[in-house]
C-alpha cells in the first residue's frame, strides 16, 4: 500500500461544475501539504499549501486538511475547461523534507 | 525566460546504452531534485541535492548516477539502460522552508528500446 492514495480518474465534469478532488494517506507525521497541477507534458506547479488541519483558499480553489482522518481535499469552484490536468497532492512531515506525491487525478472539464 | 530547464526534451535510445540529462536552475536555489514520473503518473524523488552535496538518495539502481558541478546544475547519467527505465525524468529545484515551493522543470521523455 502506497504512503498515499489518490483516484487516478479520469474524472469528466461540465464547466462551471464544483470539483472535489482528494488523498488519504496513512503516515501521520506529515504536516505539510501541497496540490500541484500538471498539464499534459509539462512539469508540476505549485497550486496551493496548507500546513496542518484547516482550510485555504486561493480564488477558485480551496484546499481542505482533515490530520485527524488523515485526508486532504482540493476544491475547484466555476470549473473552466483551462482547469483540465492531472492534479497531483503531495506531503511532507517537515519542512524541507522530500516531498511524497500521490498518484495524481486526472481531471477533464467539458465545455 | 525559463526557470527550470531540462535537455534533451525527448531521447530515444536503445537498451544497454549510457545516456546523460542535463539540468539547469536560473532562481539561485540551493536545492535540486530528480523524480521519475511512469506510465501512470506516479512521481518518485530520486535525489535531491543541497549545494552541490547529496541528501536525498531514495533507493535506486547504481546505473543512475547525479552529478552536480555548481550549485545551478544537477545532470543525471544512466548506464546500461533498461527498458524499465522508460519514463519520464523530471528536474526540480527549491529553497528550503515551510511549504517548500518545488520548481519543475519540462521533463525529458526517456524511451528505451
Known amino acids: 500500500q502506497k504512503e498515499v492514495e489518490q483516484d487516478p480518474g479520469p474524472l469528466s465534469v461540465p464547466e462551471g461544475a464544483i470539483v472535489s478532488l482528494n488523498c488519504t494517506y496513512s503516515?501521520?507525521?506529515?504536516?505539510?501539504f501541497m496540490w500541484y497541477r500538471q498539464y499534459s507534458r509539462k512539469g508540476p506547479e505549485l497550486l496551493m499549501y496548507?500546513?496542518?488541519?484547516g482550510n485555504k483558499e486561493d480564488g477558485r480553489f480551496t484546499a481542505q486538511v482533515d490530520k485527524s482522518s488523515k485526508y486532504i481535499s482540493l476544491f475547484i469552484r466555476d470549473s473552466q475547461p483551462s482547469d483540465s490536468a492531472t492534479y497531483l497532492c503531495?506531503?511532507?512531515?517537515?519542512?524541507?523534507?522530500?516531498?511524497?506525491f500521490g498518484g495524481g487525478t486526472r481531471l477533464m472539464v467539458k465545455p | 525566460d525559463t526557470a527550470v530547464s531540462q535537455t534533451p526534451k525527448y531521447l530515444v535510445t536503445q537498451m544497454g546504452n549510457d545516456k546523460s540529462i542535463k539540468c539547469e536552475q536560473n532562481?539561485?536555489?540551493?536545492?535540486m531534485y530528480w523524480y521519475k514520473q511512469d506510465s501512470k503518473k506516479f512521481l518518485k524523488i530520486m535525489f535531491s541535492?543541497?549545494?552541490?552535496?547529496?541528501?536525498i538518495n531514495e533507493t535506486v539502481p547504481n546505473r543512475f548516477s547525479p552529478k552536480s558541478p555548481d550549485k545551478a546544475h544537477l545532470n543525471l547519467h544512466i548506464n546500461s539502460l533498461e527498458l524499465g527505465d522508460s519514463a519520464v525524468y523530471f528536474c526540480?529545484?527549491?529553497?528550503?522552508?515551510?511549504?517548500?515551493?518545488?520548481?519543475f522543470g519540462p521533463g525529458t521523455r526517456l524511451l528505451v528500446l
Open positions: 503531495a506531503m511532507s512531515k517537515n519542512a524541507g523534507n522530500m516531498l511524497t
Open positions: 541535492y543541497n549545494n552541490k552535496e547529496l541528501i
Open positions: 532562481l539561485g536555489h540551493d536545492t
Open positions: 526540480a529545484s527549491s529553497i528550503p522552508g515551510p511549504g517548500e515551493t518545488q520548481y
Open positions: 503516515n501521520s507525521a506529515f504536516q505539510y
Open positions: 496548507t500546513y496542518s488541519s
